[in-house]
């Protein structure tokens, strides 16, 4: 039962920390988005729990924007990189975002350690199309302008079956994963004309947009798809 209570606490301390995101990247009044309190006692754990949770787009706003981050908001963010790091037996996706966070940390501060070591893509060479895009979803957060990173690269020779995958979860109102298969679009070239992605990013917004983690997704496609500043 309490681990229970604790899942459905860190959910939403998520989805709190997703909506500032959210607002921050719609040119909201949302100047601070990662918790600035303390980081001691349970309140404090679930606080960099979530941030662990959302990974780099914790900072994302800052990182389109080209704005420092606040040092507070800095000091919790990298306290979370050290509080979490990945197993030896982590899933390939939670290394990467464990890779994606230590990056995001050493771009905001050069004083920080570097990333670890690339974790590769060797688990998705191969893949089938829906297997890319479920796992492309995940790692949202790597797609960002100016990335150069080993999925990045995957990605940018396999458009068609993430515009693909993009079409399919749409179809399956699979919406958090739509909205990470379309950020992606907006990054990668060679993308068919016919997927239509901004209506569908439109559609995607106006259906599951009620979700903080797919408005962040759909946010953050259209500030790096038009280029805008906070």
Sequence with gaps: MEQSGTSTRLQAAVQDLASGVVSALRGGDHAHVVPRAGTDGEAGDLALAAVRVLGADALLP??????????????VFRKA?????????????????????????????PSAAGAPDDPGTTWLDGATWQVLTHQLAV??????????????????????????????????????????????LTLLPGVPDTVGLDSGLDFVELMGGQDP????????????RTGARV
Excluded: I, K, N
């Excluded at 995957?154 to 958090?176: K, S, Y």
């Excluded at 983690?213 to 790096?224: D, E, F, I, P, S």
């Design 81 to 109: 990189v050290e509080a979490y790091p990945p197993r030896a037996d982590a899933a390939p996706t939670v290394r990467w975002s464990h890779w994606a966070m230590a990056r995001t940390l050493r771009q905001a501060d």
């Design 62 to 75: 800052g990182l389109l924007s080209h704005t420092p981050p606040d040092p507070a908001e800095l000091a």
């Design 213 to 224: 983690l797919v408005a962040l997704q759909v946010q953050a496609a259209r500030r790096m």
């Design 139 to 184: 790692l949202a957060p790597l797609a960002v302008p100016g990335d150069d990173c080993a999925v990045s690269r995957l990605a940018e020779h396999r458009p068609v079956d993430v515009a693909r995958g993009f079409v399919r979860a749409v179809r399956r109102r699979d919406w958090r994963q739509a909205a990470g298969a379309g950020r992606w």
